[in-house]
């Protein structure tokens, strides 16, 4: 069975860091791009962030660049997401998803996590 | 930027009824679009991707359509588990982006 599980996330004051993780299993973590989406409390998706199979290329959201750095190790089929200068309004539930097509970038998701609530609040 | 416009925001609809949901964008993005389904406190669902082509187990009721800027998914008959919020997504340019949603409620 196909599965993600992130974890990582809390309350974390203004300014604040935070690393979110992305445990994968089920399939070939190594042949899938993989993203991270948001959604705050009551609202929609917003895209993150994006990493290449080999992990040599990222994307990110407008919002977020310069500020969140994603990383994947495909030893361990675990992608990690690095949050910096964390503001109010990155509060939200971070979903791991998975590309639908292996190979590189194909950003439709047909599996994703469970979520991890992230709060940014002093 | 490309801007992904649902509409209607809200569908009132009864079981066995026809569902047509709406999503507009602001400059072509191909057929480079998904349809999601969303329910309370769970994640989204792939339910179509690239405009047409339905996901992994999802029915046939489920049906997407449309290319450049006006896209459409249909829910032929309306099943009780289908109410739910619907969100469209493009990957035809940067930076990817999602619709606001369209909910379906019961009538």
């Known amino acids: 069975e196909v599965q993600m599980v992130e974890s990582g996330g809390g309350l974390v004051q203004p300014g604040g860091s935070l690393r979110l993780s992305c445990a994968a299993s089920?399939?070939?973590?190594?042949?899938?791009?993989m993203s991270w989406v948001r959604q705050a409390p009551g609202k929609g998706l917003e895209w993150v962030s994006g990493i290449s199979v080999s992990g040599d290329n990222t994307y990110y959201g407008d919002s977020v660049k310069g500020r969140f750095t994603l990383s994947r190790d495909n030893s361990k089929s675990t992608l990690y997401l690095q949050m910096n200068s964390l503001r109010a309004e990155d509060t939200a539930v971070y979903y791991c998803?998975?590309?639908?097509?292996?190979?590189?970038?194909?950003?439709?998701?047909?599996?994703w996590g469970q979520g991890t609530l992230v709060t940014v609040s002093s | 930027e490309v801007v992904l416009t649902q509409s209607p925001a809200t569908l009132s609809l009864s079981p066995g009824e026809r569902a047509t949901l709406s999503c507009r964008a602001s400059?072509?993005?191909?057929?480079?679009l998904a349809w999601y389904q969303q329910k309370p406190g769970q994640a989204p669902r792939l339910l179509i991707y690239d405009a047409s082509n339905r996901g992994t187990g999802i029915p046939a009721r489920f049906s997407g359509s449309g290319s450049g800027t006006d896209f459409t998914l249909t829910i032929s008959s309306l099943e009780p588990g289908d109410f739910a919020v619907y969100f469209c997504q493009q990957r035809g340019n940067w930076p990817l982006t999602f619709g606001g949603g369209t909910k379906v409620e019961i009538k």
């Open positions: 089920g399939f070939t973590f190594s042949n899938y791009a």
């Open positions: 400059q072509s993005v191909s057929n480079y």
């Open positions: 998803a998975k590309d639908f097509h292996n190979g590189d970038w194909y950003p439709h998701w047909d599996c």
